[in-house]
């Protein structure tokens, strides 16, 4: 019986901390392809259980197996791996550049890559993502140049956003990628907006919003169900559970909710978790959630459980808060390799094709970057003009920055 007498405050622990043995044993992983594909048009209610449980695909020998499975073919798969492995490697030397003093800042993906990468293939031209600043794969697997990535990241004299924004904060509305907010959870009702305009509009576009497990907790993410709710808005919530908000748990921002999946569940939203290092089973409930929204079906939460290998950003250090082995404990292992090892199960991949592959990749990622740096860094060669300053900002530009213009001598 819970004591009546003295108050006492609760904060959340995590289950292991730095020096410790990595402990994952909360994570309740259910069997490949064991849970129910539900008709799209399915009454939210009669499937609150799956906000508790992981759609998974892929086992652990490399079979694609259950109802979720079969929605790709050999091609898509190995463009998919290509993608993946492309972010891959254009992380690790963006990483390396700034560390090389290129460019100011950077944030890595690595361990998340099935999730913008598959994503992204189950989306239409015109769909509009609100993207957090990890989910680069959306580019890359739309074919949005590197060169153009890069050029942002260093802030260069052909950087496409003119040095106006923080490196990696991309922004390319033909390739339905809306420009990426500093400040958490803004985008997140952004996009039901942006929905249900394209709703009132008669046109044929739905939204995806983007959100972190930490980024939950603002107020943001929950005003954003309320109107994704009340007006079924074409939208898809889209909530990255990587274990880690920068150095603080998943644990604090969930609450006692259990899965971030399950808030959804107070709104009426259907509400689904998918193994987010499972390139398959990503893509299958992305395919899912869009088209109910295309349906006028109303908007569907998915929670993605997967694991931020990387540090948060080039100014972290995990070490400080986490084993340094928790990642390789991490029990829903490597979303390139798991890829890999199904395309090789049907053969159709190698173990030297797959070393071939990378080697071709890297070679594309180190011309890009040449490219890219022929346009200046942070510290050396071109950089936007001073006239950026004050182009793109207003239809009219108004009286005092027309004479700030002139003192300028641009």
């Known amino acids: 019986m819970a004591d009546a007498g003295m108050l006492r405050f609760h904060v959340p622990e995590p289950e292991v901390r730095p020096g410790g043995t990595p402990d994952f044993s909360n994570v309740t992983i259910p069997k490949a392809g064991s849970v129910p594909r539900p008709e799209v048009d399915v009454d939210p209610r009669t499937i609150r259980d799956m906000a508790f449980s992981i759609i998974r695909v892929l086992n652990r020998a490399g079979e694609a197996v259950g109802p979720w499975a079969g929605l790709l073919t050999d091609e898509e798969l190995l463009e998919g791996l290509r993608h993946m492995m492309a972010l891959r490697t254009f992380d690790a030397r963006m990483q390396m550049a700034q560390r090389q003093g290129k460019t100011s800042f950077y944030m890595q993906h690595l361990g998340e890559e099935a999730v913008s990468c598959a994503f992204r293939k189950a989306l239409k031209p015109g769909d509009m993502n609100f993207p957090t600043y990890r989910q680069a794969g959306l580019l890359i697997a739309d074919g949005y140049p590197m060169v153009a990535m890069m050029n942002q990241i260093y802030s260069n004299e052909a950087d496409p956003l003119k040095g106006r924004q923080l490196p990696i ?59 994704a709710s009340t007006y079924k808005a074409p939208v898809v919530l889209n909530v990255v559970n990587n274990q880690w908000a920068i150095s603080t748990f998943q644990g604090i921002a969930r609450g006692g909710s259990g899965t971030f999946a399950a808030r ?58 986490r084993p340094k082995a ?3 404990a991490w029990p829903l292992g490597d979303p390139i390799i798991r890829l890999k090892n199904h395309l090789i199960h049907k053969q159709v991949w190698t173990e030297q094709r797959h070393i071939q592959a990378e080697a071709e990749i890297l070679e594309t990622v180190i011309a ?11 510290h050396a060669g071109g950089k936007p003009s001073t006239r950026d300053m004050f182009e793109g900002v207003y239809a009219e530009t108004p009286p005092h920055l027309r004479r700030q213009r002139q003192q300028a001598g641009v």
């Open 264 to 321: 959804g569940l107070g709104f009426g939203i259907p509400s689904l978790r998918v193994d987010g290092n499972d390139y398959l089973a990503v893509h299958a409930v992305a395919k899912w959630a869009i088209e109910r929204a295309r349906r006028n079906l109303g908007p569907t939460l998915v929670e993605y459980v997967t694991y931020r290998v990387g540090a948060h950003s080039s100014s972290d250090d995990p070490s400080a808060y």
């Open 169 to 227: 904060m991309y922004s390319s509305k033909e390739h339905g990628f809306f420009s990426i907010s500093g400040n958490l959870a803004t985008q997140y009702i952004q996009a039901v907006g942006w929905a249900m305009a394209s709703a009132i509009s008669n046109d044929s576009c739905i939204a995806a919003a983007w959100i972190g497990d930490g980024s939950t907790a603002e107020s943001d993410f929950h005003a954003a169900l309320v109107f």
């Open 326 to 328: 928790e990642s390789d």
């Open 368 to 378: 890009a970057q040449k490219e890219a740096e022929s346009h200046g860094t942070l």
